[in-house]
């Protein structure tokens, strides 16, 4: 069974930085991507970043320059993976639900309908 579990999010003033991290395990897939995306209450959930399994990675335009999404293969399993997302340079807009998913489908990095798996998610909270 796919378990996604995020940690790392929390409260910050504007301008600071938070990394967040999931923890993937039990997945069987050879060919998958991962990807953060957040959420605030009455908006539809929003893609931040995106990477593949060869390391490519998709930014949404609002986090391009200021977030880096990275992955971290376990090297004593084939499935096992740790996702991040460093967030530098943070603004009250980037206040959200921030959830990890990975995808076996087609890849459409941000689009969160291709993705199949889905952490509990980790509150940000910016402060101005």
Same mark, same amino acid.
């Given at each position: 069974?796919?378990?996604?579990?995020?940690?790392?999010?929390?409260?910050?003033?504007?301008?600071?930085?938070?990394?967040?991290?999931?923890?993937?395990?039990?997945?069987?897939? +050879?060919?998958?991507?991962?990807?953060?995306?957040?959420?605030?209450?009455?908006?539809?959930?929003?893609?931040?970043?995106?990477?593949?399994?060869?390391?490519?990675?998709?930014?949404?335009? +609002?986090?391009?320059?200021?977030?880096?999404?990275?992955?971290?293969?376990? @090297?004593? +399993?084939?499935?096992?993976?740790?996702?991040?997302?460093?967030?530098?340079?943070? @603004?009250?807009?980037?206040?959200?639900?921030?959830?990890?998913?990975?995808?076996?489908?087609?890849?459409?990095?941000?689009?969160?309908?291709?993705?199949?798996?889905?952490?509990?998610?980790?509150?940000?909270?910016? +402060?101005?």
């Amino acid at each position: 069974q796919v378990q996604l579990v995020e940690s790392g999010g929390g409260s910050v003033q504007a301008g600071g930085s938070l990394r967040l991290s999931c923890r993937a395990s039990g997945y069987t897939y +050879s060919s998958y991507f991962m990807g953060w995306f957040r959420q605030v209450p009455g908006k539809e959930r929003e893609g931040v970043a995106a990477i593949d399994s060869d390391g490519s990675t998709s930014y949404a335009d +609002s986090v391009k320059g200021r977030f880096t999404i990275s992955k971290d293969n376990d @090297k004593t +399993s084939l499935y096992l993976t740790s996702l991040y997302l460093q967030m530098n340079s943070l @603004k009250p807009e980037d206040t959200a639900m921030y959830y990890c998913a990975l995808s076996y489908s087609r890849w459409v990095p941000l689009d969160h309908r291709q993705y199949n798996r889905w952490g509990q998610g980790t509150q940000v909270t910016v +402060s101005s």
